[in-house]
């Protein structure tokens, strides 16, 4: 089956569109990449979603706007990876959507809201949409993330060691091979919004690092920092921007007086690497499979090396899987589960109670067309 799978993560800067060819041989499912494309998100659409993001008040009009805003945007980023990387011949798309809340209180998860309406994909692609993934595992008792890890088992099982898989978004998370999988806390949520903060809007990341290089870490800071009581929480658990934001910045700054963004964005770099590197510590892992957009970042990727003496770390690409589009590659063969009747989840990642086949399916222009329930769910993924 030819599936797009569509992404936007917690720094929603672009949505990611991955193909795939899957195939389901026995109990190996076979993964051929055709690539990937993203599209950035024009600028008004991404100020406007900025702005409806905690803690941020807004109201139920700005929330139905950005739904069919968002469900445009994902629906012209199908239409164009059906075009270019299936020749118009895809079967399926799976879309992640935009996450704009994640309701967290006491370390329980009780809901999750993703927009971008997946009837707008349907329309554009013709094709049936699986959609709203998360909401089905948090009803069955888990905290809706990391859904990925379903996939990262698959991939990594039978390599040597211990690997974990590290997704290094807006907010970090990492999968082991017992099925531990959480968010490690921020990845480049704090990062990305220091760049804006501290540049007036004229920055929204730090691009290459470049500021990060030139600062010095300020020690006081990133003990104050590392004392955020999300680090200390037990497996399974979730995080977000509803955590990580401007606001939580200024508040650690507070009676440090002036400090330069430089220093400040390499401070918070530290933060990253050092929370991740004690994520990974605590599963004893071997090896790190990185992938997300601070692969991009040396500086963090240099830190998180000396974090980690002894341990490989390298990127997905090395695998077969492009850094920059791994998740929305894993999205694709979720959605692929969903419509073989397969659960999506590892109730050891996310808490739940039991595996469950993931999300809601939008009719394409000639109904549903499922294909035939799979006889028995895989237990392994290849990347050919």
């Known amino acids: 089956m030819r599936v797009i799978g569509l992404m936007s993560g917690t720094s929603y800067d672009a949505i990611d569109a991955a193909a795939v060819d899957l195939e389901l041989d026995a109990d190996v499912l076979v993964l051929r990449p055709l690539g990937h494309v993203s599209e950035a998100y024009d600028a008004a659409l991404r100020d406007a979603l900025a702005a409806a993001l905690p803690p941020a008040p807004t109201d139920l009009a700005h929330v139905c706007r950005l739904d069919t805003l968002i469900g445009r945007a994902f629906a012209a980023t199908a239409v164009r990876a059906d075009r270019e990387l299936c020749d118009g011949r895809a079967e399926l798309v799976a879309s992640h959507g935009q996450t704009v809340y994640h309701w967290v209180e006491r370390g329980q998860v009780h809901g999750t809201l993703q927009l971008g309406q997946p009837a707008w994909i349907a329309e554009a692609t013709g094709l049936p949409v699986v959609a709203d993934f998360r909401p089905r595992d948090i009803a069955a008792g888990g905290q ?16 040597p060691g211990t690997p974990v898989a590290l997704n290094l978004g807006g907010i970090a998370n990492l999968t082991a091979p017992d099925g531990t999988a959480f968010d490690t806390g921020p990845g480049c949520a704090l990062l990305d919004a220091a760049a804006r903060g501290l540049s007036g809007g004229s920055l929204d990341h730090d691009v290459d690092g470049a500021l990060a290089a030139r600062g010095t870490v300020h020690e006081p800071l990133l003990r104050r920092l590392l004392a955020e009581p999300y680090y200390a929480l037990p497996a399974p658990k979730t995080t977000g921007k509803e955590l990580f934001h401007l606001g939580y910045l200024w508040d650690a700054l507070a009676g440090f007086g002036r400090l330069t963004a430089e220093d400040v964005i390499a401070t918070l770099t530290r933060l990253t690497a050092r929370t991740v590197a004690d994520a990974v510590r605590s599963v004893r892992a071997t090896e790190v499979i ?17 974090e980690l003496p002894g341990v490989a770390l390298r990127t997905s690409d090395e695998l077969g899987l492009s850094a920059v589009a791994k998740e929305a590659y894993a999205f694709a063969v979720l959605g692929f589960l969903t419509v073989h009747g397969l659960a999506g989840t590892e109730p050891a990642s996310t808490g739940a109670r039991r595996p469950s086949v993931l999300g809601s399916i939008t009719p394409g222009r000639d109904g549903l067309g499922l294909p035939p329930r799979a006889e028995r769910a895989p237990a392994r993924l290849v990347v050919e």
């Open 290 to 306: 990185a992938s997300g957009g601070g692969t991009r970042n040396p500086v963090l990727m240099a830190m998180l090396g000396a």
């Open 144 to 159: 809706g993330a990391p859904l990925v890890s379903r996939v990262d088992l698959l991939w990594l099982r039978g390599r």
